[in-house]
C-alpha cells in the first residue's frame, strides 16, 4: 500500500508559523547584544588569531611570517617569555587558594552572625566595589612605599622598615596581599551556597556527637565544594590575566619578579609596536588557561560533590569497590 | 495576540537597528572620515613630500596641533597659538594638550587610522620608526627658507638618512644640577663649568651623609649614574666613542673605550655615594635629586626649569662634567621635538606654523616661559634676555644654554635606533641586575651586548 503524503493541518502549520515568529522575535531582542560580540569579541578575536602568524607594527602593511613568533617565544628569543609564565603561575597557584580560604572563612563567620549581618556583609564587600584599578593599585604603591604608611607604622613602633616593592624576594607577595582585599564577592557567592547546606545535615551531625570543627569539615566543606569549584576557575582564568595591579604599583620589577605574562604582553603590543607578536604571545595565553581549566574540571570528578548527581553516584560505586 | 507579536516584533526591529545604526558613526559634517583602525595604509617610502599649494586668500584652513607638557607648558603654547590665531585667520590652530602618559599610544593609532594631527610633539624614541614608515614630513627643503633662523647646531639632530625629520623645540644641554641648600649645609663649594667627573666623586663622598642623626645615611650624593642612557651616552662620547653604530643596528657594548666609561661611572656606585634600590621612594617622574635625597643630578636643561620652579633659591644648575684627561668633548642635544604629519592635508600652512612657533620673536613673547628648554633661536633668546634680569631660572637656563653655544662643540647626538624602546626596556633590567649587584660592569656590558644587538638589528 502506498504511502499517502497528508498536507500538514491547517492548526499544524499556523502553530508552525507562530514557532517562527516566536525564534524571529527571541532573535531580534538579543541581535544588539549578538551585533556586538560578533562585531567587539569574536571578529577582533579571529583577527588576532590571523594577525599572530604575521608581522605587524600599525603602519606598515601586514606581512606573513608563518609560524616565526611561535618559534621565537619557545625557543627563548623572547627574553620575558619563560619568566613571566613562572611568575604568572606562581601567584595564581598560591593566590589563589588563599584567596577561596579568606572568602569561605568570611562567609561562615557573617552567616554565624546573629546581628549585624547585613552591616559587616556590606563591610567586606566594600572593598570589591573598589575593586583593583589603577586608582586602588596606586593607593597600594604609595601605602607599600619604603616610606609610605606600612614602614612609617613600622617605624613608629621600633621596627625597621620593609622594601615591600623593591626586594625581589618580597615583591610578589606584596602584589598578592594587595589583591586578597576584594575577596568580597566570592564570599558573598559563598554566604549563598551557606544558606544552601540543609539544616537537617548539621542536626544528624549533632545528634550523632559532631563538634564545630568536624561539622565543617565533614559537612560545610563538601557542600561547599561546588562554589570553591567555580571560585577556583574564576580565579584562574582572572589571574592569568593579571595585569593593572604589578604594573601600576612595580612596573615588572625588581629583577623581573613581578613581571606578568600580560604585561610582557602589553610591552610588546603597546611599548615595541609589535602587534603580531603580542597576538601570539594571547593566543598562548588562552591555550594555557584553556589547559589549567580542562585539568581542573577533570580534578572535579575527584572532590566537587554535587548533590544528587552523575558525579557523587560515581564516587558511590568507587566507594562499593 | 497577532497585536500583541507585531508590536514586540517592531520594538526588536527597532533596538536591532539602533545597535547597527550605533555601530556605523557617521562623520559630521566638514570633516574627515577616519580610516579603519585595523587598516595599515600606509608603506615605506621615501617620495618627496607633496606639499599644498598657496590657498587662495579667501581659503580658511584648520590644523590640529598636539603635544604633551605640564601646566606650565599647556599655558606657555596655548598663549602662542592664541597669538597666532588672532594675526593668522586663514590658518587656525586647533590645540590638543596632553599628559606624557598614552600620549605616545594615541599618536600611533591616530597614525595608523591616518588621522594624526598636523604638527605633533614626538617623543625621540620614535623618530627613527616613524620617519622610516613614511609618516613624518621631510623637512630637509626647508631648513634654509622657512627655518634658517633656527639654530644650526641643533639642525644636525634627529636626522634620519641625512634628512630633518623632526625639530628640537629648544636647546636642552645636559647639565649637572646641585642643591645648593644641602652643598652650603655641609659645607661644599658648588661645581663649576669645567668641573670633571674625579672632583664631583670627591664632593659626592663629602656629600653622602646621615643628616639627622639616625644613624643611616638619609643625603647620597648622586642617584646611580649608569641608569640613564641619555647621560651615559654623553661620558661615552667623551671617551672617543659612541653608545650605538652609525647604521644604528647594533651597540658598542663590547667596545673598551664605552667600557671604560662604565667602569668610571660604576666607581660612583662603588664609593658608596648612590641609594641602593629601594632606599628611598622617587616620586613618579621625579629622580631621586627632584625628590631631595641626593646632592647633586643629572637633568636635561629642558626639565630643569620645572624642578626648579618647584624649589626656589634651592637648586641651581652647572654644565656636564667633563672626564679628565679625555680630549675635550661637549655634546648638545635637544628638548623635546615637534614633527609633521607627512600625509596631512595642509602640510604647507604646517610648516608656516612650526617656523613661526619655533623662530619668531612674537612666539617668545606670546610664550612668556621657555617651557621646553631655551628657545631654538637667537630672535626668541632675545626676548628671554630682557625677562632674565627678573626671573631666576630664566637666567641659570640661558647662561648654560650660552656656554654651550660658546664651546667648539664636536659631539654630534645620533639619532636613536629604531627598536630603542625596546632596547632600553633590557638596557633597564639589566642595570637593574647590575644595581642590585647580581651582576658586574663588565658583566651588564656584555649581558647588554648578547640581548640587545638581535632587537637593534630586527
Redesign the interface.
Known sequence: MATVLRKPHPKARRASRAAKMNNLAGYLFISPWLIGFIALTVGPSLFSLVLAFTDYDYLSPIKWVGLKNFVTIFTGKDYYFWNSIAVTVKYVFIRQPIFIIIAMTAAMLVNSLRKGTSLFRTLLYLPAILGGGVAVSVMWRMIFEVDGFINTLLKTIGLSGVQWLSDPNIALWTVMLASLPTFGGSMIIFIAGLKGIPESLYESAIIDGANGLQKVWYITLPMLTPVIFFSAIMGLIGGMQTFTGPYVMTGGGPLKATSFYMINLYDQAFRFHHAGYASALAWILFVIILAFTMLVFKSSDLWVFYENSLSSAKKDRRRKK | MKKL?FL??LM??M??F???AG?TASAPAGTTQPTAA?V?P???TTAEPTVEPTPKPQEKVTLMFSWWGNDARHAATNAAVDFWNKANPNIQIQTSPAGWDGYS?KL??E??AGTAPDIFQISTNDIA??AQ?G?LLDLTPYMDTLFVSYDSILKTLYVEDNKNYALSTGISVPCLTYNKTILDKLGIAPPTDDETFDSLLEKCKAATKDTNGDGKIDVWGIEDPTANTDFTSLVVTQYGTTMFAPDGKSSKFDDPKLIAAYKMLAGFNDAGVTPK?????VKEGSSAFQSGYTAFGFQALSAYGGSAGSSPDELDVAAFPIVAGQPEMRVVSGSVPMAIYSKGAHTEQALQFLAWFLTNADSATAQGAMARGVFPSKAQRDVMAAKSTTDRIITQEMRVADFFSTLKTNGVMLPAPV?I??WS??YL?TN??YA?K?LTIEQFCQKIKE?GD?ILAQ
Open positions: 507579536r514586540a516584533l526588536a526591529a533596538m536591532a539602533t545597535a547597527i555601530c585595523t595599515a600606509t608603506t615605506a599610544d600611533l593609532t597614525l595608523s620608526n616613524f614608515k609618516q634600590p629601594g632606599e628611598v621612594t627598536n624602546t625596546e626596556k633590557i633590567d637593574n641586575e642590585y647580581k640581548l638581535p
